[in-house]
């Protein structure tokens, strides 16, 4: 089966550029989307088709999938950043849909 | 505003079954795929189970095939999850998810999650 990995955590401080990967195996053949989870509420969509941005979401998210390594990358990282941040691809193979094990960015 | 609402969520014990339902509402739910996603409180986000727009096809993780059945009501926009022969690995915040288009789409709209402990 298809795996996704991530770094477990990763910390920045206010002001500076967070980056989050996500590996797999031909990752950059598929479409990546990017989610935040924070505290006892649900996932939202922060990024998707690798470098798509829901309205809503702020500039500073952007992604990018140049083919071996997936990125979130979050620019001028705030307080209100820190959650867990999830990658996740759909597996055509299988036709399953797969997570990261997910990474936790914490503001210094 | 586009919303989906779990419930059906409780303490059951081992082998024993649950039956989820989500329900939609704020957007044309039979033009969406549906999906149920559960995570371990403290844990990563796990994919279990997908239906199509119209409710032809589905598919499941490896770890609830032949336990596990999703089925929906386009005309009442739910969605819902029979679970069967529960274990104590199934413990977990299942949340309803749609995803924009077939295949790779994005989850752009989720639920709050129902929690559904197995536990004897």
Not at chain 2, 84 to 97: H, I, V
């Amino acid at each position: 089966s298809y795996v996704l990995t991530q770094p477990p955590a990763v910390s920045a401080a206010p002001g500076e550029t967070a980056t989050i990967t996500c590996g797999g195996n031909h990752i950059g053949s598929k479409s990546v989307h990017w989610y935040q989870q924070k505290p006892g509420q649900a996932p939202v969509l922060v990024i998707y088709y690798d470098n798509d941005r829901p309205s809503g979401i702020p500039e500073r998210f952007s992604g990018s999938n140049p083919g071996t390594t997936a990125t979130l990358t979050i620019s001028r990282v705030e307080a209100g950043d820190e959650a867990d941040y999830y990658c996740e691809v759909w597996d055509t193979d299988s036709d399953h849909w797969v997570f990261g094990g997910g990474t936790k960015l914490t503001v210094l | 505003e586009m919303q989906l609402v779990e419930s059906g969520g409780g303490s059951v014990q081992p082998g024993g079954s649950l039956r989820l339902s989500c329900a939609a509402s704020g957007f044309t739910f039979s033009k969406y795929w549906v999906h149920w996603v559960r995570q371990v409180p403290g844990k990563g986000l796990v994919w279990v189970a997908r239906i199509n727009d119209d409710g032809s096809s589905t598919q499941y993780a490896d770890s609830v095939k032949g336990r596990f059945t999703i089925s929906r009501d386009n005309a009442k926009n739910t969605l819902e999850l029979q679970m069967n022969s529960l274990g104590g690995e199934d413990t977990a915040l299942y949340y309803c998810a749609r995803t924009s288009g077939s295949g790779g789409g994005a989850f752009d709209v989720w639920g709050q999650g129902t929690m559904v402990t197995v536990s004897s």
